[in-house]
């Protein structure tokens, strides 16, 4: 029999930083005591008011399909969120809630590209824009971004790629995997670019925006010039502790709300039922939880951005949000040990986890071959001795 997977499958390629986590199950399974800085979630239990939540959810029988868009009571307490934290204004038929914020994006690319439409990503970008866009038979065309700016693209950098196929702006604030956040200036600058471009739409992916180390979250939907070309994706996992709850959801013009709608129901339907009532407890909530994390993840910052520095040859910066740091570490390529030439950060990032015992994702799974990705979503102690690892094991290569 002949296997042969359909050319969309062969479009896309496997999450490189889901690959990095299963490598590091495996040698865990083995008795090796892996420190894994690969993964993108906050390693603090859910909040005990939103775990409640579920449990009341069960027992009052809330255990049957959802409406495809969502429950009215979520989508009703998404628009009171959305105007007491970021002061924009929505309906309710402009959300819709889904599996997971990445669903969102899904949605939002699969319902605005046509085959060869061109998508602008800045670089460096979380790994699966890069894959929905080919799902979605597109055309990327990245913006690189320098360390030296935080990875922050320029409203000027945008204008200069645009071409007349150019159909979305995708980018996130908090960054994943940078940390750089931007500005209510820098994005009123961006704001003013789209606003010539009458064919442009702009998703702006806001998972991490209670990770936040410099003041408050800013949007570029607060523009109303633009406001209707912009979706804003959003969700639980990252600022309520809820990654396994798979909930996120997204604010739209109508059209496009009305739309991804259609396309959900037809591939996943409504979102799990018990998780939408748990998330009406995280958004009704005081936030007490949400930024106890935030403290935490700064003083996780601080630390790993000291202990970093003190390795030689690694570029490092601020992260501004998020709990990520992106390296350069180019310094390092062509050094060799007995075993290994490293020629790139994917070796680098293998040489980490084989000799170090630390997991990392390497930059090339962002859009940026010279860095490479580490969480600091862990406790201090394992990022000291991560680090101290890192440090010595990086000793053993030569030029």
């Not at 986590?21 to 894994?36: A, N, P, T, V």
């Not at 109508?254 to 995280?282: E, F, N, R």
């Amino acid at each position: 029999m002949n296997y042969t997977t359909s050319k969309r499958i062969k479009r896309i390629s496997v999450s490189q930083t889901l690959e990095m986590s299963k490598r590091s199950r495996e040698l865990r399974d083995k008795g090796i005591d892996i420190i894994d800085m690969s993964v993108g979630q906050p390693d603090f239990p859910t909040p005990p008011h939103i775990k409640q939540a579920a449990k009341d959810a069960i027992d009052n029988n809330f255990t049957f399909y959802t409406p495809v868009a969502g429950y009215t009571d979520l989508r009703r307490v998404i628009t009171e969120k959305l105007k007491r934290e970021n002061n924009l204004d929505y309906t309710i038929d402009q959300i819709v809630v889904t599996n997971g914020a990445k669903q969102a994006l899904a949605d939002a690319i699969l319902t605005l590209i046509n085959k060869d439409d061109e998508i602008l990503v800045p670089t460096p970008y979380w790994v699966s824009y890069a894959e929905l866009v080919n799902l979605a038979e597109g055309n990327k065309k990245f913006i690189k971004t320098s360390i030296d700016n935080n990875f922050k693209v320029t409203a000027e950098e945008i204008e200069q790629a645009i071409t007349p196929k150019t159909r979305i702006l995708l980018y996130s604030s908090p960054s994943n995997p940078a940390g750089s956040v931007y500005s209510a200036k820098e994005l009123s600058a961006i704001a003013e670019v789209i606003e010539r471009h009458k064919n442009i739409y702009v998703i702006s992916d806001e998972i991490y925006e209670h990770i936040n180390f410099v003041g408050k979250h800013e949007s570029i939907a607060q523009f109303d010039s633009i406001k209707d070309r912009v979706i804003v994706i959003n969700g639980m996992s990252k600022g309520y502790a809820m990654t396994g709850w798979r909930l996120g959801y997204m604010a739209a013009p109508k059209w496009i709300a009305d739309s991804c709608i259609k396309l959900q129901g037809q591939y996943t339907s409504g979102a799990s039922s018990i998780s939408q009532k748990a998330a009406i407890a995280a958004l009704q909530g005081d936030n007490i939880y949400t930024m106890g994390m935030n403290q935490a993840f700064k003083e996780r910052r601080d630390l790993i951005v000291d202990l970093m520095n003190e390795i030689p040859g690694f570029k490092t910066y601020v992260p501004e949000g998020a709990f990520y740091i992106f390296p350069d570490v180019k310094s390092y390529f062509g050094k060799i040990n007995n075993y290994i030439n490293i020629k790139d950060a994917s070796d680098l990032s293998m040489f980490l986890l084989n000799e170090a015992h630390v997991a990392t994702v390497p930059g090339s799974a962002f859009g940026d071959d010279d860095c490479i990705r580490f969480s600091f979503a862990l406790g201090k102690s394992k990022i000291e001795t991560a680090m101290e690892r890192i440090k010595n094991t990086l000793r053993t290569l030569s030029e």
